[in-house]
């Protein structure tokens, strides 16, 4: 695998030109690699190193019925999470993708970093429908994501999803 070096456009660009740079980047990632756990580290080292203004980036995954942590970048975060709890409990339960512009105005937010303001999180389901877990970002500032980045982020959990084998007990 050659160096990876970050996107020429991640500073002012407009955000779908930033994501389908860091597609095309994701891509070339794990091309031939079908390890689902390296995958995901990579996607959560590349998100983190490439998207301004970030202080946690990475998944939680669905094991025995809650979602456990899974790789990330950022300080240490709470390990479970039960489906129906918090931005990604919620996430997850719900299989949709819930933007969060204020933490501390949604209900049973859970604070693993107080530095947190808005949150993303983005539900990974397999083609076949099986939920696998949550890809959740969070941000020092207010109103950090919106749409574009759900599905940025949405496209880039695809590539992950369907480029690896996924574990069993997943
Ligand atoms: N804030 C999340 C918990 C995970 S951390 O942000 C890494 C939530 O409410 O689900």
Redesign the pocket.
Known sequence: MSSWEAPPTAAGADKPALYRSLATSYAGLIAGERDFIANAANLAALVYASLPDLN?A?C?LLRGGE?V?GP?Q??P??VR?ALG???????AQRRTALI?PD?EE?P??????AA?RS?L?VPLVTPGGGLLG?F?L?SPLPGRFDAADRDGIESLAGLWIRGSDIPAGL
Do not use: Q
């Open positions: 946690w990475g939680y979602l942590l990330f950022g300080k975060a709470c999470i709890r918090g931005v990604c409990g919620s996430a969060v933490v949604f049973g937010h859970i604070a693993c970093d947190s949150e999180v949550v959740d969070d």
